[in-house]
């Protein structure tokens, strides 16, 4: 009756191994054998609506619009003033194509936009400067970083950027353009694009403190009670901490090249700025190599934990088999069907066997009891 029970639960952990290696990989198999360019979405399909939000501004003045259609973006490629194009929804591929070929973008950078399952990176190409990353959201009730692609797009007097989905980590950069605090609206595009990098690497920070608070909770769980459901939820974490890694290390390297290269439409005071995000990226990667090193030796702790308890109950069960050895061998030695035993006749033969066994019984108790083995 066990066997079934043991293949239902290796083909639900099977089912959730491939869940996870998909958040890698998403639905990259099926763009195999397209020609270079060829246009495919890659993340999770959905019929929610393009959000198209417009921020252009100098220091002067904003202003922020919510557009309707790819056709609308279309005036703010040459402006004086600085653009900020926000698009929600790269599902929409006829949308994201329309508005990247007015700007100038290269098939090839479009057709990493629409696949999201790319590695942090930046590219230059003529006009441009084209950034991908990992913006992340921690989910405390399934114990799991959320991800998602956001690609940024630098031109002359523009950023677009583009986002799988509603939500992310640019509001404190909207209400700065907002508020007109700071010197965000009297710098250009470049500036910008610090700014929203900033924010994604500084939402970071948040992520590894929840992760810290759930591995703090992992580790109390375990130290009490090491299950295996506590057990499950620390590897699962460590898997999560993996993913993690993945998008943090390259990054770095991203930000390094903005920093230390030269780049046509980069200004060096931005540059000045870049390096303390560059900071920053450092801290949170030592954050993830350090909580991994602590997920591996929460592991081990489980592992110490069952071990003892093992050694506990055999322990016990040692005690007792050995407590009972020279008992056992006692009755059978008068088992012993002989006709010529001189105690089987005697009178007190039964009661004196009875008190031997209590005197080694005792004997051996107090001894295990002195030795601290009891």
Same mark, same amino acid.
């Given at each position: ?199 994604? /690497?500084? &939402?970071?920070?948040?992520? !590894?403190?929840? #992760?810290?608070? +759930?591995?703090?909770? $992992?580790? *109390? ?12 939820? /620390?590897? &699962?974490?460590?898997?999560? !901490?993996?993913? #993690?890694?993945? +998008?943090?290390?390259? $990054?770095? *390297? ?22 303390? #995000? ?97």
């Amino acid at each position: 009756m066990s066997k079934p029970k043991q293949k239902k639960s290796a083909a639900k952990k099977a089912i959730h191994t491939a869940r996870h290696m998909g958040r890698f990989f998403k639905n990259s198999s099926k763009k195999v054998g397209m020609p270079p360019g060829s246009l495919y979405y890659t993340g999770t399909r959905t019929v929610e609506p393009v959000n198209i939000s417009l921020f252009n501004y100098d220091g002067e003045g904003l202003e922020e619009v919510e557009l309707q259609t790819a056709e609308e973006t279309f005036s703010y490629r040459d402006a004086t003033k600085t653009s900020w194009i926000n698009i929600n929804g790269v599902h929409d591929v006829e949308l994201v194509e329309k508005v990247c070929k007015h700007y100038g973008i290269h098939p090839l950078t479009i057709e990493d936009i629409v696949s999201t399952d790319q590695r942090p990176k930046i590219e230059e190409a003529e006009g441009y400067i084209y950034v991908v990353l990992k913006m992340m959201e921690y989910d405390t009730e399934k114990e799991r970083v959320q991800m998602e692609q956001v690609s940024l797009l630098l031109g002359k007097n523009f950023v677009l950027s583009f986002q799988e989905r509603e939500g992310d980590t640019f509001t404190p950069v909207r209400e700065r353009l907002r508020a007109g605090k700071g010197r965000i609206r009297t710098r250009g595009a470049d500036y910008l694009l610090y700014a929203l990098l900033d924010t994604v /690497v500084d &939402n970071y920070f948040v992520i !590894m403190e929840k #992760v810290g608070d +759930s591995m703090a909770e $992992l580790e *109390e769980r375990l130290l009490v009670n090491a299950t295996k459901d506590n057990f499950d939820a /620390v590897y &699962n974490l460590k898997r999560e !901490m993996l993913a #993690v890694r993945r +998008s943090t290390w390259p $990054l770095r *390297e991203v930000i390094y090249k903005l920093e230390r290269e030269d780049f046509a439409i980069i200004q060096k005071e931005t540059q000045l700025f870049v390096r303390d #995000v560059y900071d920053h990226m450092i801290q949170v990667i030592d954050t993830v190599e350090t909580y991994r090193d602590l997920l591996s030796g929460m592991v081990d702790l489980y592992h110490s934990t069952v071990s003892t308890r093992t050694n506990d109950v055999m322990k016990v069960l040692t005690i007792i088999s050995t407590i009972f050895i020279p008992l056992t061998f006692i009755v059978g030695v008068y088992g012993m069907n002989f006709e010529y035993m001189p105690e089987l006749q005697w009178k007190y033969g039964y009661l004196s066997v009875w008190i031997l066994m209590l005197l080694l019984l005792g004997g051996m108790v107090y001894t295990f009891r002195k030795k601290s083995w009891l």
